[in-house]
């Protein structure tokens, strides 16, 4: 099986409906460092909250809709009724691989095992994820006045010592499909046509499970294996994370 097109990762989700304090249904407020999300709407109504260092959007989102945001952009998806999405997420889905980060309050966010308290799910799953909604959203309101600066700082420290995965999965998954891209074009230059030999279809059915993720009951379709191809570089950039020097990496949340 063939990585899917720019290995990227796709989920379906249909959005919670659970009221939150504020009146709102809707999902869990987080932060991606270094991944684009993007949603398709397939049915429903509903809205995305969105918090950056330009400020506080609401982006409306109907059916056949696309609304794409960049890593930095913390966002909450809001259920006005019957909300399902595809989620398109870079990099291989690395999302559902650590990269998000929940706007639990300061004080949560400071202490790992505090965090990783927080962000697991536990026991019932239905009721520990409305807990952790709650609680992202005590802190996404607070942010809302001001903060984001330290907020990006407690991000980083909670997620360095993934680095070296991450770097390892975007090397094997979207750096291999542009390298991959960049041959093909080199060779059609020379007039060399025997990639075109090698043409594949694959497929992928629909999850029947569903999983309490962040924003809604999620399906997340798996990640087809990179089969060979170009020859990359074996070891992330100097200056990535040193574990050695974080004795406590978070374990990641469902």
Same mark, same amino acid.
């Given at each position: 099986m063939?990585p ?12 919670y409906?659970w009221e ?9 407020p ?7 999300e993007?949603y398709?709407v397939i049915d429903g ?14 982006t409306?989102?109907?059916?056949g809709?696309i609304?794409?945001?960049?890593p930095g952009?913390?966002?909450?998806l809001v259920?006005?009724?019957g909300?399902?999405l595809?989620?398109l ?5 690395l999302?559902e691989a650590?990269?998000a980060v929940?706007t639990?309050?300061?004080a949560v966010?400071?202490d ?11 026991g019932d799953h239905a /009721? &520990?994820? #409305?807990?952790?909604r !709650? *609680?992202a959203?005590e802190g996404?309101?607070t942010? $809302?006045? %001001?903060? @984001?600066?330290e907020f990006h700082? /407690? &991000?980083h #420290?909670?997620?360095? !010592? *993934?680095?070296?995965s991450?770097?390892t999965r975007? $090397?094997? %998954?979207? @750096?291999a499909a542009?390298?991959a891209?960049?041959a093909q ?5 020379t007039?060399?046509?025997?990639h ?5 279809v ?11 993720g962040?924003c809604?009951l999620?399906?997340?379709y798996?990640v087809?294996v990179?089969?060979?191809g ?8 100097r200056?990535?994370s040193?574990q050695?020097?974080h ?8």
């Amino acid at each position: 099986m063939t990585p899917l097109p720019g290995s990227v990762g796709i989920s379906g989700l249909t959005v919670y409906d659970w009221e939150a304090a504020d009146g709102l249904c809707g999902g869990t407020p987080h932060m991606h460092l270094v991944c684009s999300e993007a949603y398709v709407v397939i049915d429903g109504e509903g809205s995305v909250q969105t918090l950056t260092t330009s400020g506080f959007a609401d982006t409306p989102l109907r059916p056949g809709d696309i609304v794409w945001f960049t890593p930095g952009t913390i966002h909450r998806l809001v259920n006005a009724g019957g909300l399902r999405l595809m989620v398109l997420m870079q990099n291989s889905g690395l999302p559902e691989a650590g990269d998000a980060v929940f706007t639990f309050p300061p004080a949560v966010l400071s202490d790992p095992d505090a965090y990783q308290a927080a962000a697991a799910l536990t026991g019932d799953h239905a /009721a &520990a994820a #409305r807990r952790r909604r !709650d *609680l992202a959203l005590e802190g996404f309101q607070t942010l $809302r006045g %001001g903060g @984001l600066r330290e907020f990006h700082t /407690a &991000a980083h #420290r909670l997620k360095r !010592d *993934l680095l070296d995965s991450w770097w390892t999965r975007w $090397r094997d %998954g979207p @750096l291999a499909a542009t390298l991959a891209t960049g041959a093909q074009l080199a060779s059609l230059k020379t007039g060399d046509l025997s990639h075109l030999d090698h043409g594949h279809v694959s497929r992928l059915e629909r999850p029947e499970d569903s999983l309490f993720g962040m924003c809604g009951l999620l399906r997340p379709y798996p990640v087809p294996v990179p089969g060979p191809g170009p020859v990359l570089p074996t070891r992330p950039p100097r200056g990535s994370s040193d574990q050695s020097s974080h004795p406590h990496p978070p374990k990641e949340p469902s």
